[in-house]
């Protein structure tokens, strides 16, 4: 259950044959693809898995990037689920339709999913990283931002939930139809949708069509690191709904390192995984000397 994602050592002008290859070489034969990937990488890589006996594990919307008009935003952000704007929406659940259908092109059984943030001029999250990047999480500062982001967040999270609600409604539908299933992830921004508690009300929403809970270390480390919620929390509440995890390594706010590096104890969140579920090293700041170190200990290690 051991796979790797595209996101990994590679960029616009990456020869996906000699990169599958050297996947080949650490000793996996399963990839995720990521939401970095172009309309055309992606054909040039769905040319390649099945000549050279590659599955993919699960696939990470939006795949391919959208290309009918230009975003302002980082790609994994490029349309948003949650928008309030009914035209941005549409496009959000648009293109994680495509992403469904590119599952089920290329045998994923799982689509993971950003689900949306709440859009605020004054973004209380920023000052609440900036503070903690500056070694200030015991001040009496640090507790004030806190406290204001959890009381804006409160304050402003509604209609953003119900236009969740109504975009989930139409992916969950579109991917059951498919045979697809949705990993609803852990978000990192803790302005971002959704939080600890909002997990569980979604997979009780969805569930029953398919939705499950995706976990990402990084992530959930994050929001222990900021006083949120506890790391162990997430594993033990949602462990019974999770369908995969991104594994990755930590230190301080910088996450998407190599797994086992940085400040993120890896080995203390592995056996509070079900052994069933999908383990996808996620790392985009790692050597290949640190991926190998990675795959080992993980092909050994529950």
């Known amino acids: 259950m051991l796979s790797i994602s595209t996101s990994w050592n590679s960029n616009a002008d990456t020869n996906w044959q000699e990169w599958l290859t050297q996947i080949k070489d650490l000793g996996l034969n399963s990839i995720e693809l990521s939401y970095t990937l172009s309309d055309t990488q992606l054909k040039s890589i769905e040319a390649l898995i099945k000549t050279m006996h590659i599955s ?8 391919p990037i959208p290309n009918d008009e230009p975003s302002p935003r980082h790609v994994s952000n490029y349309y948003r689920l949650s928008s309030l704007d009914d035209r941005e929406r549409a496009q959000a659940i648009k293109w994680t339709k ?3 259908d590119t599952a089920v092109r290329v045998g994923a059984k799982v689509v ?3 689900a949306g943030t709440l859009e605020l001029a004054d973004d209380p999250s920023i000052v609440l990283i900036k503070l903690f990047k500056e070694g ?7 507790k004030q931002a806190r406290e204001r982001l ?5 304050a402003h999270r509604a209609p953003y939930i119900k236009a969740l609600e109504k975009s989930l409604f139409e992916v969950v539908n579109y991917a059951k139809q498919k045979e697809i299933k949705i990993g609803l992830e852990t978000r990192y921004y803790p302005i971002e949708m959704p ?3 909002e997990i569980d009300y979604f997979l009780n929403l969805f569930g029953s069509y398919g939705m499950y809970y995706w976990h990402d270390v990084g992530h959930a480390q994050m929001q222990q690191k900021l006083g949120l919620a506890q790391h162990k929390d997430f594993l033990s509440r949602y462990k019974d709904r ?12 910088r996450d998407h390192l190599a797994p086992f590096d940085g400040d993120l104890d890896l080995t203390e969140i592995l056996p509070l995984l079900k052994d069933n579920i999908y383990r996808v090293i996620e790392a985009r700041y790692a050597t290949l000397e640190q991926i190998k170190t990675a795959v080992d200990k993980l092909s050994t290690r529950k």
């Open 136 to 142: 200030k999480k015991d001040s009496d500062e640090f």
């Open 195 to 197: 939080n600890y508690d």
């Open 112 to 114: 993971v999913i950003h």
């Open 98 to 100: 495509i992403c469904i």
């Open 242 to 253: 999770m369908i995969g995890v991104h594994l990755h390594g930590m230190k301080e706010a």
């Open 150 to 154: 959890i009381a804006v967040r409160e």
């Open 56 to 63: 993919v594990s699960s696939i990470h919307n939006f795949c």
